[in-house]
């Protein structure tokens, strides 16, 4: 059969030349963990460093496997292998419309035997680009960002991908720009604000409150009003994200701009209780 009856295998020997598969940059009793094929559990913080740069999430159940010459694909993990994935759409989860045949290029571990693992018929989850002017083509966003599908994934993912979608979803947080605490009329009252960076300039504040003989209070709001009444995010919410994952573990003594020693002290207390309890953002993925 002619070369041109197969596109498909055209892409490999094109593909051959492989661009780099781009990574993203940089409480409660746990649910279950969601395995990748290689093998680290998925926290919350992890499927989202995932969502977040993929315009395409689909589920998909892999059709055909070739395996890459490593000679052309030097810069794979060792341990594992790049294969050329074909796979048939069964559900579009976020995303234009795509075809029904896909193809793909994704990094896998070997086997126990050293072996390309058995795919083909296992349903997965593909967080991907489109590749212009190739239909049916995706560019995973990470080498690891082909999931085997489980109910439990798809139910911890559709969550992160419903706010991510939301156009009101809180802003990305680069840092805290400025603190200051004011004290209140009776001793040991006072309320701390913290105002957070944000690239677009969008308003994101946390606000701390003490009372006398009542427990320390916080919240977070993502609009200019600095709500007293403002709660601290959920946990697994894309607000707790933002803040988990992009504060600093310390208050930038430089952010505070309260005049006495004891007030900058009060504002640094305060910002560690918000750190200890937002908790840590555990990522279990190792690095691309």
Not at 8 to 23: E, H, K, Q, T, Y
Not at 154 to 160: M, N, Q
Not at 254 to 268: E, P, W
Request: charged residues 20%.
């Amino acid at each position: 059969m002619p070369k041109s009856a197969h596109p498909m295998r055209n892409f490999v020997a094109g593909m051959l030349v492989f661009a780099s598969i781009s990574a993203p940059l940089h409480a409660q009793s746990a649910p279950p963990m969601i395995r990748t094929l290689d093998a680290p559990a998925l926290t919350y913080a992890d499927l989202v460093d995932l969502a977040l740069p993929a315009h395409i999430v689909a589920k998909a159940e892999i059709t055909a496997v070739s395996k890459i010459n490593p000679a052309l694909s030097a810069d794979v993990a060792p341990g594992k292998v790049r294969l050329y994935i074909e796979a048939r759409t069964t559900a579009l989860l976020v995303g234009p419309d795509i075809a029904d045949t896909l193809s793909f290029l994704a990094d896998v571990p070997l086997d126990a035997r050293g072996k390309v693992p058995k795919l083909r018929k296992m349903p997965v989850l593909l967080l991907a680009d489109p590749v212009n002017g190739r239909p049916g083509e995706l560019k995973l966003v990470s080498p690891d960002a082909m999931l085997p599908w489980t109910p439990e994934l798809e139910a911890r993912l559709r969550p992160i991908l419903t706010e991510l979608v939301n156009h009101g979803q809180p802003p990305v947080i680069t840092g805290v720009r400025e603190t200051m605490h004011v004290p209140g009329n009776l001793t040991g009252e006072g309320e701390t604000q913290v105002f957070l960076s944000t690239p677009d300039g969008k308003p994101a504040s946390l606000s701390i409150l003490r009372r006398p003989g009542e427990r320390t209070t916080w919240g977070v709001s993502f609009s200019e009003i600095v709500d007293q009444s403002a709660k601290p995010p959920q946990p697994e919410t894309l607000a707790w994200y933002r803040l988990a994952c992009a504060l600093p573990p310390e208050l930038p003594p430089r952010s505070v701009i309260s005049g006495t020693a004891d007030d900058r002290q009060i504002a640094s207390e305060d910002y560690a209780q918000v750190i200890r309890e937002l908790g840590p953002c555990t990522r279990n993925r190792p690095p691309h």
